[in-house]
Nanobody
Framework: QVQLVESGGGLVQAGGSLRLSCAASGLFVNRYIMAWFRQAPGKEREFVGR????????YYSDSVKGRFTISRDNAKNTVYLQMNSLKPEDTAVYYCAAKNSDYVVDYSYWGQGTQVTVSS
């Protein structure tokens, strides 16, 4: 079965950096649209960014554009979220998700999430 396992979260000061990893099993990350979402306490889940299959084009929400970068390592079957210039408002649980096609609105597979806390 498909498993997405996030890691790399933690506590960091504002202005710092973290790199999250999403290790996949049961699917190949270069054959799926892989995305990152986040959910802060009391708020709805928010799209952060995604990387398309094959070509690997990336797209980001306006709130993280220029600070966050999504990449993937096909050999390790892992997707990364490099987060720089972190702000307290980036504090959230970050989730990795996957879907096979943009003809499907919802993401089919989700990880368990990893907590990111940014202190001011």
């Amino acid at each position: 079965q498909v498993q997405l396992v996030e890691s790399g979260g933690g506590l960091v000061q504002a202005g710092g950096s973290l790199r999250l990893s999403c290790a996949a099993s049961g699917l190949f990350v270069n054959r799926y649209i892989m995305a990152w979402f986040r959910q802060a306490p009391g708020k709805e889940r928010e799209f952060v960014g995604r990387i398309t299959k094959s070509v690997g084009s990336t797209y980001y929400s306006d709130s993280v554009k220029g600070r966050f970068t999504i990449s993937r390592d096909n050999a390790k079957n892992t997707v990364y979220l490099q987060m720089n210039s972190l702000k307290p408002e980036d504090t959230a649980v970050y989730y990795c998700a996957a879907k096979n096609s943009d003809y499907v609105v919802d993401y089919s597979y989700w990880g368990q999430g990893t907590q990111v806390t940014v202190s001011s």
